[in-house]
């Protein structure tokens, strides 16, 4: 993952606003000591904290940009700057916990063995234990300096407010599709693949771009074939079940509540109604109960879910016709 440092080597398109006040901040000793970074999963959180570290870190920096040639760029380069700390979770969807913290508060009240910043990463900061974050406060409230903190959220709302209020928030939201569908052409000779693909990922471009890589489109795809049969009651919820077990929990109900506000979106009249929202707070429970360290039953869960849609799509009868204006890549 440190790496991967060496691919931030410029602000994204979307992100230009945003990386030039933050860099000003730095060059003018206005660097905040803590910054919240927030959005969505797919527009370069992640990418932009790279970024930001590279640039603290650089010796030489050119403009708004690290310059890429000094030491510490080089450090980054291949990934082993003593003045960066990295806290990730051991595996996607564990913890970080309250050891974890203490360990990087400790590397940040010593020195700087560049003699530059301090710098650490915490991502994704929604991964912290309640306990954690409690350590992480201190560092927070009681900063040493040249010293900052970057931490990155898709699920801000896990995060104590303690944690948030003593945080710079900087909020990512979805860029214009023109500003998309031109980033994302660059990885594929198919303009139209790349904007069907941009569409699947809800326009978050990163997002689109793991999508290509992946091949996942292909799996969205499905799911959503999947909830158009079960709507139209020629497939079985327990078969349905057993496709969402092979997969993504929080990814699948993610792109289920994305595919019901679209088609709510095309039938106001009919779809925005009661039992609809009641539905949709079904799946927020349901991504809760995925994102919890309770070991939740997938299988289950999903069986529940897929009855529950069949339910309501007899209920409204033909005024519930979720398959239409599906996905188009096949």
Not at 102 to 130: M, V
Not at 153 to 166: A, E, G, I, Y
Not at 182 to 199: C, D, G, H, M, Y
């Amino acid at each position: 993952m440190i790496g991967d440092f060496m691919q931030a080597s410029e602000a994204l398109s979307w992100q230009r606003n945003i990386w030039g006040e933050i860099a000003r901040q730095v060059d003018n000793n206005r660097m905040p000591h803590a910054i919240l970074l927030e959005g969505s999963a797919g527009l370069g959180k992640l990418y932009f904290a790279r970024l930001l570290a590279k640039y603290l870190l650089c010796r030489n920096r050119i403009g708004l940009l690290p310059c890429g040639g000094c030491k510490g760029c080089d450090l980054m380069r291949v990934g082993n700057h003593p003045d960066l700390s990295i806290v990730e979770p051991e595996k996607v969807g564990k913890s970080i916990g309250i050891g974890d913290v203490r360990k990087l508060s400790d590397r940040l009240n010593k020195t700087a063995q560049q003699g530059g910043w301090k710098i650490a990463l915490i991502n994704p900061a929604d991964s912290l234990t309640l306990q954690a974050s409690n350590a992480l406060l201190k560092t927070l409230e009681e900063p040493t300096g040249d010293t900052t903190i970057l931490l990155t959220s898709q699920f801000v709302w896990r995060l104590p407010n303690t944690v948030r209020s003593r945080c710079h928030r900087i909020l990512f939201t979805t860029p214009s599709s023109n500003i998309s569908i031109k980033w994302i052409e660059q990885f594929t000779k198919n303009p139209s693949l790349a904007r069907e693909v941009l569409e699947i990922a809800d326009g978050r471009p990163f997002l689109a771009k793991y999508f290509l890589d992946t091949k996942m489109y292909r799996q969205r795809v499905e799911f959503e074939k999947w909830i158009g049969r079960v709507s139209r009651f020629e497939g079985s919820p327990l078969d349905a079940a057993r496709f969402c077990q092979r997969n993504d929990h929080v990814q699948l109900v993610e792109w289920f509540l994305t595919y019901l506000a679209k088609r709510v979106k095309q039938d106001l009249a009919n779809k925005c109604v009661p039992p609809v929202f009641i539905f949709y707070d079904k799946l927020f429970q349901a991504r809760n109960w995925f994102l919890s360290k309770a070991n939740p039953n997938p299988q289950l869960i999903w069986e529940e879910i897929f009855f529950d849609f069949r339910t309501l799509c007899q209920k409204m009868d033909s005024q519930l016709d979720w398959s239409t204006n599906a996905t188009k890549l096949s």
